[in-house]
């Protein structure tokens, strides 16, 4: 069986000694208050909660599945999830990082973050349905009526509700200016919504006595395309005046999809037969609101994928050390017994030490996106609130498709480890690999990512945001390049910096003559953009871990974590950094051999 530790200590490395959340967010009156033992004994507690009673339940889960009763048309979750759930709610999570106008706890978003990196590691399928739900409070606070805060946000707070987002349509998937779903104006203000949705994820369970759906749909004057879609708030039973529930409200679970993984969370196709609902927001700008709770789950995705590197690479540690298996190519380690553990090996190494590697850079991104988001949010310096928000705009496809392409990686090679056994269920090895698949694809695909990355964000305004970053990378590089022990991070983490100045000018210049060219260099293009930041962040904690070492010496204490931290940014920047070399002679090399291909492909 498989087994989670909750990587506190490493958390807690990235919080205060690299990122110093505590001093950033004495900057933000909401969260001035917030100090390190708070943070640190949430995340204990959040940990617990995770590993003892999530976990658990993740095999089982996913051996059971969700089943829909046709009748009813009720979904059942599978045993133990409900019951999870409840003490979810009794602990509050619910409201952790929720405006406590509606009933939240008010603590900042990158406590959160932590939270749900731990939840995603015990148990995906199951954290799918409030992680979606907070999505849906972040959009209703941002562009609902006073009306509708009111009458559901301190539901989704407490979690006595939860919420969804349906989008996708049979015929239509990332194209959203394609659907049909129409909602027509009734005599009081509401709106009647017919149509189907397919792929939504927590579209039905049996938490909670209600669901507030959020619905992209077409008025009857909607221009085509995505400039005719507006957003609606959906209640699955209809409410009465005094907030009470009523009857059915003509939105319910037509079918469940039978998936490659995350069984134990309800993929739904949702029918929506004259589905009573409200306007979120102005008519036909409904994926601008969308767009709040659309980039909240990328963010999202990401620290799913993030959790599933973490646990598999725990396990995968934990069986190379016991594993015997031949001896060592060097001589004999363990003289005592009939083979060396497979530890020893070379390649072994390699793949923990990319899982590792891939955990840790990917735990440092997400919760300096976490605290940007803090910033933007509710700081009260209008020009750090406008930074924020663009270096999280530029940052968040990069979180979405750098962390999932480096999850699944990072997943399949720590089943790799198992050899045979890797493919054995009661390991749990090959349940990551399939939990781990999906998160390159929903929420936009990872190609999707990298477009919006090189087309909007970064030539979108001509590098300026990327020039942005550019500078903090920059700072680092003055700060640290006259200390001789930095060199072999920020050496190759300066050149780099100084050729992808010229690498996205030249991809550019190519996009204006052929528009494919940026298509054909997006992904590739993302991946070095991944490298630079993990090269940033891995060149930061390399930093702050020569430091300690060098107190360490001084006081004569023997803790081994900063020298583990050393040894797996020199492993990154050693044998994962140099990828982009190649990365950038494959964007160079053009849309012509991919393109011009019509024989080939007949």
């Known amino acids: 069986m498989p087994s989670y530790t909750p990587p506190l200590r490493d958390m807690q490395f990235v919080l205060h000694e690299m990122l110093d959340v505590t001093g950033a967010l004495k900057q933000i009156p909401r969260h001035a208050d917030t100090d390190a033992d708070t943070i640190n004994a949430v995340l204990e507690e959040g940990g617990k909660f995770a590993a003892e009673v999530l976990f658990p339940l993740n095999i089982s889960g996913d051996l059971e599945g969700c089943t829909l009763n046709p009748q009813t048309r009720e979904v059942t979750t599978p045993k133990g999830f409900k019951e999870a759930y409840a003490q979810y709610i009794e602990g509050g999570w619910a409201a952790l990082s929720c405006d406590p106008e509606f009933g939240g706890q008010g603590l900042p978003f990158v406590l959160n973050q932590c939270f749900y990196e731990m939840l995603n590691s015990a148990n995906q399928a199951w954290t799918m349905y409030p992680g979606l739900s907070h999505g849906a409070y972040e959009c209703l606070q941002a562009h609902g009526t006073e009306a509708q805060k009111k009458q559901f946000l301190p539901k989704l707070v407490s979690g006595e509700w939860l919420g969804t987002m349906c989008l996708t349509e049979p015929h239509c998937g990332t194209d959203l200016g394609l659907l049909r779903t129409k ?82 969370n309800a993929t739904c196709q949702m029918v ?85 590697a891939y955990a840790e850079g990917g735990r440092a991104l997400a919760c300096y996106c976490a605290l940007l988001l803090d910033q933007h949010l509710h700081h009260p310096d209008e020009q750090v609130r406008q930074d924020s928000d663009e270096l999280l705009a530029l940052l968040t496809p990069i979180i979405k498709a750098f962390l999932t392409d480096n999850g699944f990686q990072a997943t399949v ?40 990355l090189l087309g909007r964000k970064v030539l979108g305004n001509n590098g300026a945001t990327l020039k942005k970053f550019g500078k903090i990378v920059g700072a680092l590089i003055e700060e ?10 920020i050496s190759p983490l300066a050149v780099l910096a100084e050729q992808m100045t010229k ?40 930093s702050v871990a020569l430091k300690k070492i060098a107190e360490q010496e001084k006081s004569g204490d023997t803790d081994p974590f900063y020298q583990a931290k050393l040894q797996t940014a020199r492993f ?31």
Not at 429 to 440: G, K, L, P, S, W
Request: with cysteine; aromatic share 8%; charged share 20%.
């Open 272 to 356: 929506l037969d004259n589905a009573v609902g409200t306007l979120v927001g102005q008519p036909h700008k409904g994926l601008q609101a969308m767009f709040v709770m659309m980039n909240a789950a990328r963010l999202g995705v990401g620290n799913q994928s993030l959790g599933l590197t973490e646990v598999a690479y725990q396990n995968a540690l934990a069986y190379a050390k016991d594993r015997l298996q031949m001896r060592s190519l060097s001589g004999t380690k363990a003289k005592d017994k009939e083979a060396d553990p497979i530890i020893v090996h070379p390649d072994v190494r390699k793949m923990l030490l990319t899982a590792k």
């Open 183 to 264: 909602a027509e104006p009734q005599a009081d203000g509401t709106y009647k919504i017919n149509g189907t949705k397919i792929f939504i994820s927590s579209g039905d369970n049996d938490f909670t006595e209600n669901i507030v759906h959020l619905v992209l749909a077409r008025l009857p004057d909607a221009p085509k395309g995505s400039k005719g879609i507006s957003l609606f708030a959906v209640s699955k039973y209809q409410l009465k005046a005094d907030g009470s529930l009523g009857e059915s409200n003509g939105i319910y679970c037509g079918g469940l999809e039978h998936k490659m993984g995350i069984h134990g």
């Open 413 to 452: 090679m720590c089943q790799q480890v198992f050899g045979g056994h890797g493919y054995i269920k009661e390991w749990g090895m090959e349940q990551f690999v399939r939990d781990a698949r999906i998160n390159m694809i929903y929420e936009g695909t990872n190609t999707v990512q990298s477009l919006d």
């Open 572 to 602: 990154y920047f050693a044998k994962l950094f140099p990828e982009t070399a190649t990365l950038m002679r494959t964007a160079r090399a053009g849309s012509k051999s991919l393109m011009d291909t019509h024989l080939a492909l007949a």
């Open 503 to 542: 690498f996205t000018m030249e991809i550019g210049f190519k996009g204006m003559q052929n528009p494919d060219e940026v298509g054909a260099a997006a992904v590739d293009y993302l991946r070095v953009a991944g490298h630079m930041v993990f090269g940033y962040f891995f060149a930061r904690m390399a």
């Open 480 to 489: 640290e390049g006259v200390n001789e022990k930095m060199s072999e991070f």
